[in-house]
């Protein structure tokens, strides 16, 4: 029998390193705290299909072709092109229907031009000459849940940047939310006969005779194993779900330049997150250290006042929400990932999620340092991989 690989989480990180270690052979065992997989790709049950704050998925990331490859990616959802009209910016408290100049400029750098000494805020006031620059900080928010993008690495926000004013638009949206994602890859992991184990919280290494991919929130990697290094900065938002009566004038996206701030209408691409007639919104809204929930909602609602007219009245469902550490990492002046908690912990301990050391975007570094950690326990129960994935039945 081949050397097990234990798995503690079921997100899409150790659904990622499961169906890689099982895929070359690895005898595999899936333990997941909640009744159900998925973690913060977890979509909610109906009426209202709503994920953990806003999800997209880049299409240039490298989880897109190896989804593909597999099947696993299912039915997509772009941004209709009529809805790219209804794009609003809020800047100088007034909404607009076109960004900056200076903000399309700046995003034409390409992120290796971009300092990782230097704070962004600084480098793109000299570049130019500072309102702009502040604006395409705040812009690049949607990507960083912080409440200061300014504050942190050039290098960083300018790659994020870049991605989130690509054109065409990188973002698409899984049907019915990330969800379907989850099912497939758990339905994959089960095929190649890995054993899931749900509703099992794992609050200490179980005893084993192989390798363990911790595939945790890195709080959660950090009591698991004892380990107080397990550290880096993440965002706090406020999280905020609606569902309103639909209106034919609704913009498709605010995203608030004079604070960091983003509400898009996800009904617009996939109207089937909500019943008929109702439209679903989902926005972030970081918060500062000494900001409250209510700080945010206030800020929520200060846009709803400005581009949906007589949302109170309309609506027919809400919930708010604070993520605080678990909306990915953020690197300030002077590290990038690679500063990170290293994926490789010692004694075939192993990490996967979106604050350790693994290069991308949002769930990009959550996929790529699922392969790395799967690789590493591969080689650690002595299993080689196969060249290629089994095909999906």
């Not at 490859?69 to 909404?95: I, K, N, T, W």
Request: hydrophobic share 40%; aromatic share 6%; proline share 9%.
């Amino acid at each position: 029998m081949p050397t097990p690989i234990t798995i503690v989480g079921g997100g899409f990180a150790g659904l990622t390193a499961a169906i890689t270690a099982a895929e070359a052979g690895a005898r595999v065992t899936l333990y997941e705290a909640h009744r159900t997989l998925g973690g913060r790709a977890r979509t909610a049950e109906g009426p209202y299909r709503t994920n953990e704050g806003p999800h997209a998925l880049y299409h240039r990331g490298p989880h897109w072709s190896w989804l593909t490859q597999r099947g696993l990616l299912g039915p997509m959802a772009a941004v209709p092109p009529r809805e790219s009209a209804r794009f609003r910016f809020h800047l100088d408290g007034e909404l607009r229907r076109t960004p900056p100049l200076g903000i399309l400029r700046l995003a034409r750098r390409r992120p290796e031009q971009a300092p990782v000494d230097a704070d962004f805020a600084t480098w793109s006031q000299r570049l130019t000459g500072g309102p702009a620059g502040r604006a395409a900080a705040h812009f690049a928010a949607v990507a960083l849940f912080h409440h200061d993008p300014g504050s942190l690495s050039a290098r960083f926000v300018q790659e994020r940047l870049r991605r989130a004013t690509a054109l065409p638009p990188e973002a698409h949206y899984p049907r019915g939310g990330w969800g379907g994602v989850i099912d497939r890859m758990a339905a994959r992991a089960r095929d190649l006969g890995v054993r899931v184990e749900t509703s099992a919280r794992v609050d200490a290494l179980p005893d084993r005779d192989g390798p363990v991919v911790v595939a945790t929130s890195l709080d959660g990697a950090r009591r698991l194993l004892g380990d107080p290094a397990l550290t880096w900065p993440s965002g706090r938002t406020v999280l905020l779900d609606l569902a309103l009566r639909s209106h034919r004038g609704d913009p498709f996206v605010i995203s608030d330049l004079d604070a960091p701030g983003w509400l898009e209408r996800f009904t617009a691409q996939d109207p089937s997150l909500a019943p008929a007639g109702q439209t679903l919104l989902q926005g972030q809204f970081p918060i500062a250290p000494q900001q409250s929930k209510a700080d945010g909602v206030a800020h929520a609602e200060r846009l709803l006042d400005k581009g949906f007219p007589g949302w109170r009245e309309r609506t027919l469902w809400r919930r708010e929400a604070v993520a605080n550490g678990r909306t990915g990492a953020v690197d300030l002046p002077g590290t990038t990932w690679r500063d990170r908690p290293a994926i490789d912990r010692g004694d075939g301990v192993l990490l996967a999620g979106d604050q350790v050391s693994a290069p991308g975007v949002l769930t990009e570094v959550s996929f790529t340092s699922a392969i790395s950690a799967a690789s590493l326990a591969l080689r650690a129960a002595r299993v080689t991989p196969s060249r290629t994935p089994a095909p999906c039945p």
